[in-house]
C-alpha cells in the first residue's frame, strides 16, 4: 500500500457516508479525466485501465444505493448507473472522447449535488433539487433529496 491509498483509507474511516459518496465521484472524474488523457496520447492499454477502475467505482456507488429508504431518487441513480456503465462500456470499445467529456460534466454535476447534501446534513437544512435543465436530473422533477432519503 502506498502512502495515497493509506491517506485515502485513513480519510474515509473519518467521514460521513455522504462525504464517501462525494469522495466516489470525484474519484470516477478523476477515473474518467486519466482515460480522456490517455486517449489523447494514443496510450490504449492507461485508458482500458481507467476506464475498467471507474467501472468498478460505478458498481461501488450502485451497490450502495437502498431502494427502500431512497425511493423514486435511488431508482433514477439506478438507472442513472446502469447508463453510465453502458455509456463506459461503448467508449472503451469505440474510445470516444465525446463521451467522456459528457459523463465527467454529468458526475461533476451529481458530485455538487451530494456536497449539497453533505452540507444540509450538519446545517440542518435541506438542499435544493438540481436544475431541471440539466440532462442527469430531468427525471427527478421536484423531488428534494434529505439526508434521511439517502443510505450510502
Do not use: C
Amino acid at each position: 500500500m502506498n502512502a495515497g491509498q493509506a491517506y485515502r483509507i485513513q480519510s474515509a474511516q473519518n467521514v460521513s457516508p455522504v462525504r464517501l459518496v462525494v469522495m466516489l465521484y470525484e474519484q470516477l472524474v478523476s477515473d474518467l479525466q486519466a482515460a480522456l488523457s490517455a486517449h489523447e496520447r494514443g496510450d490504449i492499454a492507461a485508458r482500458a485501465s481507467e476506464v475498467d477502475h471507474a467501472l468498478l467505482v460505478v458498481g461501488q456507488l450502485q451497490g450502495t444505493l437502498n431502494m427502500e429508504q431512497g425511493g423514486e431518487v435511488a431508482r433514477n441513480l439506478d438507472k442513472f448507473y446502469d447508463l453510465l456503465r453502458f455509456s463506459l462500456l461503448a467508449t472503451d470499445f469505440a474510445s470516444i472522447p465525446a463521451v467522456l467529456r459528457k459523463q465527467i460534466a454529468n458526475l461533476l454535476h451529481l458530485r455538487d449535488g451530494w456536497i449539497q447534501v453533505d452540507s444540509a446534513e450538519y446545517s440542518g437544512a435541506v438542499p435544493a433539487p438540481p436544475a431541471s435543465s440539466h440532462p442527469a436530473s430531468r427525471d427527478d422533477k421536484a423531488e428534494s433529496p434529505s439526508h434521511q432519503n439517502w443510505n450510502a
